[in-house]
């Protein structure tokens, strides 16, 4: 069993070091198949941009993007910015995938920062917990949840050689305009 936990690289049982706030870099893939589904706004801020791969998946699709991390992986600004104490409200749209364990948090200070659209990567058991749903969704429902039809991959430490997902993932989308039920719409990504 523990074979098989190490090389699937779950939780901590794995035997690879973890970088801060346990890094897990996003197949770039997922930002076009979110595009498909919302449009945005020309700026966005990708507040936990890692090494990069969502932003520079925005750049080529023609967003002005504001790369920011709270640790520096090689990309973005070089200035660590912790995006949970910042206050300065953003003129555009926010998209990352955050830190999990700071995922509620995220979404509350996205949406206190922009009075437009915020897209957040999430495991899809971020739906669950009385908890999220007391802080969260009962007075700031998504508009929208994107729920992939096929495991897409997560890296942790962008380790690329591990094949496979054992995590459903979705985008969460909010849009400060949208009033109405949520959203269910899968992505087709077969």
Not at 15 to 35: H, M, R, V
Not at 73 to 78: A, S
Not at 166 to 173: E, H, L, S
Request: glycine share 6%; hydrophobic share 30%; with cysteine.
């Amino acid at each position: 069993m523990n074979n098989t936990i190490r090389t699937l690289g779950w939780s901590s049982h794995s035997e690879y070091e973890t970088q801060p706030e346990g890094f897990y870099s996003t197949d770039p893939s997922a930002i076009d198949y979110l595009l498909q589904h919302e449009t945005f706004n020309h700026n966005i801020w990708e507040c936990a941009c890692g090494n990069g791969n969502l932003s520079k998946r925005l750049i080529r699709h023609g967003y002005n993007v504001k790369s920011t991390d709270k640790y520096y992986r090689g990309y973005g600004e070089r200035e660590s910015i912790d995006f949970l104490k910042s206050h300065d409200s953003f003129n555009g749209d926010i998209i990352t995938n955050p830190p999990y364990k700071h995922s509620t948090e995220f979404v509350l200070k996205a949406l206190e920062l922009t009075d437009r659209k915020v897209a957040m990567f999430f495991k899809i058991n971020f739906l669950e917990s009385r908890r999220r749903y007391e802080s969260l969704f009962r007075d700031n429902p998504p508009k929208k949840v994107l729920p992939f039809v096929k495991r897409i991959q997560c890296y942790r430490n962008d380790d690329r050689s591990i094949k496979g997902s054992t995590v459903c993932y979705a985008w969460f989308v909010w849009d400060k305009d949208y009033e109405g039920d949520t959203i269910l719409e899968w992505i087709d990504n077969i």
